[in-house]
């Protein structure tokens, strides 16, 4: 069965940074790939960023330059790097993975594992 377990979400002023974690068990994430989806408050999940299986990232608009995404595939571990956080990235954010090797287009859709979430916010 697999479990992605989100960590390191808390409380954090405008301009700081914050380090997310998604530990992957049951689960080969190597060859898949995986990525952050966010849900601010009030609002619709929307995709941050997601790695492909060539380690090749994509950002959305809104936090390039700011945000970074990498794996450990030794340790099935996902991370998220936040820099120059604002307060409009606070939201839940959220761990996925695809079950299927299709491309990061696909991530997101059905066919994708979640994880709990971990929440984030950011004070002006």
């Known amino acids: 069965q697999v479990q992605l377990v989100e960590s390191g979400g808390g409380s954090v002023q405008a301009g700081g940074s914050l380090t997310l974690s998604c530990a992957a068990s049951?689960?080969?994430?190597?060859?898949?790939?995986m990525g952050w989806f966010r849900q601010p408050p009030g609002k619709e999940r929307e995709g941050v960023i997601t790695?492909?299986?060539?380690?090749?990232?994509s950002p959305a608009d809104s936090v390039k330059g700011r945000f970074t995404v990498s794996k450990d595939n030794a340790k099935d571990t996902l991370y998220l790097q936040m820099n120059s956080l604002k307060p409009e990235d606070t939201a839940m954010y959220y761990c996925?993975?695809?079950?299927?090797?299709?491309?990061?287009?696909?991530?997101?859709?059905?066919?994708?594992?979640w994880g709990q979430g971990t929440q984030v916010n950011v004070s002006s």
């Open positions: 049951g689960y080969t994430s190597s060859n898949y790939c």
């Open positions: 790695i492909d299986s060539d380690g090749i990232t």
């Open positions: 996925a993975v695809d079950s299927k090797s299709r491309g990061c287009y696909w991530l997101g859709y059905a066919g994708t594992y």
